[in-house]
């Protein structure tokens, strides 16, 4: 979904802000994690090595739509990741890529190839990331060869986790995938909080029940 025509002032704005935001709160550390955002002649995305917590709105990356940089800053070396988001998911307006400790622990204990890394103990979760969250293979941070394997799991899922690196998430607008991401991190912590007991999940009737109801 991209942001409305004009609006991209207001968008390169709202990527600082959520930057700051996430960084405040630990989501991410010096230069580490990403964010774009769909326009509707492109796309806008985060620069590399630059803090989420100090990114100035205005040398934001733009790239065409072919994912070339036409503007601003050079892009985060990352770009293949976000555009086989895009690519698997036509309805995705933003991603968003931290490396959020309890997420990243979670991509450290799980195995490629897991699509329920993390149990779906409460709806919220369910309602954001939906029913799977595939593990990727390790690959090294910046390899294009990761864009393959990104696009094959983000075709049948909101997030992805990558092994031993962190989580990628997809949302119809900004606020969606920064809402998904946020919401990934407290399922990661509370998986890791309840490991080695026996927590009560949410049945397949129950979680069919949710995305029929909110998608």
Same mark, same amino acid.
């Given at each position: 979904?991209?942001?409305?025509?004009?609006?991209?002032?207001?968008?390169?704005?709202?990527?600082?802000?959520?930057?700051?935001?996430?960084?405040?709160?630990?989501?991410?550390?010096?230069?580490?994690?990403?964010?774009?955002?769909?326009?509707?002649?492109?796309?806008?995305?985060?620069?590399?090595?630059?803090?989420?917590?100090?990114?100035?709105?205005?040398?934001?990356?733009?790239?065409?739509?072919?994912?070339?940089?036409?503007?601003?800053?050079?892009?985060?070396?990352?770009?293949?990741?976000?555009?086989?988001?895009?690519?698997?998911? %036509?309805?995705?307006?933003?991603?968003?890529?931290?490396?959020?400790? +309890? =997420? *990243? $622990? #979670? !991509?450290?204990? &799980?195995?490629?190839?897991?699509?329920?890394?993390?149990?779906?103990?409460?709806?919220?979760?369910?309602?954001?990331?939906?029913?799977?969250? %595939?593990?990727?293979?390790?690959?090294?941070?910046?390899?294009?060869? +990761? =864009? *393959? $394997? #990104? !696009?094959?799991? &983000?075709?049948?899922?909101?997030?992805?986790?990558?092994?031993?690196?962190?989580?990628?998430?997809?949302?119809?607008?900004?606020?969606?995938?920064?809402?998904?991401?946020?919401?990934?991190?407290?399922?990661?912590?509370? =998986?890791?909080?309840?490991?080695?007991?026996?927590?009560?999940?949410?049945?397949?009737?129950?979680?069919?029940?949710?995305?029929?109801?909110?998608?």
């Amino acid at each position: 979904m991209s942001e409305p025509a004009g609006s991209e002032g207001a968008l390169r704005e709202a990527i600082a802000e959520v930057g700051r935001s996430l960084f405040a709160r630990g989501y991410a550390v010096g230069t580490a994690g990403n964010i774009s955002a769909r326009l509707g002649d492109g796309y806008l995305i985060t620069p590399t090595n630059s803090s989420l917590g100090a990114l100035d709105p205005a040398r934001l990356a733009k790239l065409d739509t072919g994912f070339r940089h036409v503007g601003g800053d050079r892009p985060s070396k990352e770009v293949f990741m976000h555009r086989a988001f895009y690519e698997a998911r %036509p309805a995705a307006g933003a991603v968003v890529h931290l490396h959020s400790t +309890m =997420a *990243t $622990a #979670i !991509a450290c204990l &799980a195995q490629p190839g897991e699509r329920q890394p993390i149990p779906p103990l409460t709806p919220y979760f369910v309602m954001r990331l939906g029913r799977d969250l %595939p593990v990727i293979a390790y690959f090294r941070p910046g390899d294009p060869a +990761m =864009a *393959t $394997a #990104i !696009a094959a799991a &983000a075709a049948g899922a909101a997030g992805v986790l990558l092994a031993n690196h962190g989580p990628v998430v997809a949302g119809a607008a900004l606020r969606d995938a920064v809402a998904a991401a946020e919401e990934l991190e407290e399922a990661a912590r509370l =998986a890791l909080l309840l490991r080695g007991a026996s927590p009560r999940q949410l049945t397949p009737a129950q979680i069919d029940e949710l995305l029929a109801t909110f998608g």
